[in-house]
């Protein structure tokens, strides 16, 4: 089956980074945008996993992973180069509500990082499922380009109307309108 696409509320979501290199510290460049609440253990920390963890306040232990550290955490991000520890805290995982991402496998994967667009409150995510990572950060760039820096403002308007008219038929067609009147005059 493949993953559903979701958006989540993670503010108060305790999340755990198992490792320390150049792919945690890309999986915690993003993470922090969305949480605090993140511990990182690993064995080694690079200068900039290390830098991300000071600047945001993340706790660190720097030693390796220890059976039963996973306890406590929503989710669990395993991006080691120790791949048996990937399928290891997987399995120790199953059984709990503990949310598993592995970044060696999609076997042992509750959910996948996808690739993603954020311009103000417009989110656009691209996943190809695994299939092709790369593919997914070209898409990435291709939307990145077309989204006029417009669309901030816009959703900012939009959001504000819809705080001031009562919900009903009449304001879903008026929404619509407004919306279709925007594509028109901003994707060619
Ligand atoms: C399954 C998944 C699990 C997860 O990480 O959640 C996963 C797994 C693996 N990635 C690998 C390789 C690469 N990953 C990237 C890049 C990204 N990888 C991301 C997500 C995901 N990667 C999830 C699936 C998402 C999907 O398919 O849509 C992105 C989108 C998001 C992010 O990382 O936040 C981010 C782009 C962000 C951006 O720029 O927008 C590049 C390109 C590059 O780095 O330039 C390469 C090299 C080229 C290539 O392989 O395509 C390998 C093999 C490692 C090896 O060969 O050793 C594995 C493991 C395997 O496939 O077995
Ligand atoms: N999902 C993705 O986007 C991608 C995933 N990968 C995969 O990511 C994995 C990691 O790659 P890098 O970050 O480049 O490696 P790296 O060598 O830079 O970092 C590995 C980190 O894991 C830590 N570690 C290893 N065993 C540990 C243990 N038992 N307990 C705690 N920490 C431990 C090390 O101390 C180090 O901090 C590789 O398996 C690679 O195949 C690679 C490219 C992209």
């Known amino acids: 089956m493949s993953f559903f696409p979701m958006f989540m509320d993670m503010q108060d979501l305790k ?16 993470l922090v945008d969305f949480t605090k609440e993140i511990t990182v253990i690993a064995s080694e920390v690079s200068v900039e996993a290390n830098r991300l963890i000071k600047e945001h ?6 030693r390796a992973y220890r059976r ?12 080691t180069d120790t791949v048996e520890l990937h399928k290891a805290i997987y ?33 656009i995510a691209f996943s190809t499922g695994g ?10 760039r291709h939307f990145e380009k077309i989204i006029p820096d417009s669309v901030g ?23 619509d309108e407004l919306v279709e009147k925007y594509f028109k005059e901003n994707f060619k």
């Open 68 to 79: 039963g550290d996973i306890e406590g955490f929503d989710i669990v991000i395993v991006a």
């Open 57 to 62: 306040c993340l706790t660190l232990y720097q």
């Open 15 to 30: 999340v755990l980074v198992v490792g320390g290199g150049n792919i945690a510290t890309e999986k915690l460049e993003k």
């Open 131 to 140: 299939a092709s990572p790369a593919f997914a950060k070209h898409i990435r």
């Open 91 to 123: 399995e120790e995982s199953r059984g709990s509500r503990i949310l598993v991402n592995s970044v060696d496998n999609t076997d042992y994967c509750d959910f996948i990082f996808p690739s993603y667009v954020k311009k103000n409150d417009l989110t």
């Open 153 to 175: 403002p816009f959703l900012k308007k939009m959001k504000a109307l819809r705080a001031t008219m009562p919900k009903g038929p009449e304001r879903m067609r008026y929404f």
